[in-house]
């Protein structure tokens, strides 16, 4: 396993990062169970993996919980992430003090531990002032509950700005940025791989396989079975549930997934294998997020960050999944399914 410093701070991590947000049923679909997740943990920390990220939003909080569960007696081998800000059943979505404050509280008693080593601003919050966001961290930071700080789904400027604030409010900057990046969505290439290397941020990308697209599992003009997670999400009484589903499944989308699944099958490998290598070999990231099901799958995918893409096949890849016009901003984050 390939180690890296993150971003500008002293933090070593795993070139693999275990995501976790399939861990639990909490949600009402098919997911993994504690046991498979168990086993999963287990065998990630066994191959050298150290970065394990969660969020208190995945699966209402039982996710931080079967990860606590999970890593009890290897605490000392983890580089725990978790996020917070996300709207729950309870609280809205924000920054506050207020809110940050309980649900890093609430985040710790779920993972059973005392500290997490990276915190993370899961969102912007337009309604609270950035200042107050920045010192509330730092005042984490020093209280010892909390070892590095980080954001995910922030634009270039956000993160330009919270940076900012944390040297006026004398507090803790930004050590890291989890964005989403994947063939399907590049647009972080535009500004935001450059600010973070600008001011220091390591990047923990993910979303690589584009909402199972880029793995094979959903094809042109065939329904997605409607237990899958997609139908499910197609199907939703929720319209940002449908909408976010109908943005993936664009023609342009499957243009892309159909070429991988073509210079996977030039490869003799997966199109999953294809879509995370592009990723792994891609400039200025750090870490890759993987999100397995099974231990078999977690297998697969730690062997897919270790396959070098030829050049053809890259040029191909880069050539059609280029973004002609870029998004407005640097989100492509799937709407919370348990809402309604």
């Known amino acids: 396993m390939e180690y890296r410093n993150l971003g500008r701070s002293g933090l070593r991590v795993s070139r693999a990062c275990l995501g976790t947000m399939n861990f639990g049923t909490a949600n009402g679909l098919a997911a993994t169970g504690e046991a498979e997740a168990r086993r999963i943990v287990d065998a990630f920390l066994d191959a050298g993996g150290t970065l394990i990220d969660t969020a208190d939003l995945y699966h209402r909080g039982e996710t931080e919980e079967i990860v606590g569960r999970a890593v009890k007696g290897r605490r000392d081998a983890v580089v725990l992430a978790t996020k917070g800000a996300m709207p729950t059943d309870h609280e809205p979505r924000g920054l506050s003090r207020r809110r940050l404050t309980a649900a890093l509280d609430a985040s710790l008693r779920r993972l059973g531990t005392d500290y997490v080593d990276l915190y993370q601003c899961h969102l912007w919050d337009e309604s609270t002032p950035i200042e107050e966001t920045m010192a509330t961290l730092h005042d984490f930071v020093r209280a010892g509950k909390v070892r590095y700080l980080g954001c995910s789904n922030f634009t270039a400027a956000q993160v330009v700005r919270a940076q900012w604030a944390a040297e006026r409010v004398?507090?803790?900057?930004?050590?890291?940025?989890?964005?989403?990046?994947?063939?399907?969505?590049?647009?972080?290439?535009?500004?935001?791989?450059?600010?973070?290397?600008?001011l220091g941020l390591g990047t923990i990308a993910y979303g690589t396989l584009g909402g199972g697209l880029l793995s094979g599992r959903y094809r042109r003009d065939v329904q997605p079975d409607p237990d899958s997670r997609m139908g499910r999400l197609l199907t939703s009484s929720a319209p940002g549930s449908r909408g976010w589903a109908e943005s993936l499944l664009t023609s342009r989308h499957l243009d892309i997934a159909e070429e991988v699944a073509a210079v996977a099958a030039g490869l003799d490998t997966t199109p999953a294998d294809v879509a995370l290598a592009w990723v792994a070999g891609r400039p200025g990231v750090t870490s890759v997020v993987l999100g397995p099901r099974s231990a078999d799958q977690l297998t697969a995918a730690l062997a897919s960050l270790d396959r070098t893409l030829p050049q053809e096949a890259r040029s191909r890849l880069d050539e059609i999944s280029h973004e002609r016009r870029a998004p407005s901003n640097g989100t492509f984050f799937p709407p919370p399914l348990h809402r309604r």
Do not use: A
């Open 170 to 198: 004398g507090g803790t900057p930004f050590v890291s940025l989890q964005p989403q990046y994947s063939l399907l969505v590049r647009v972080i290439e535009e500004e935001i791989l450059d600010v973070c290397d600008q």
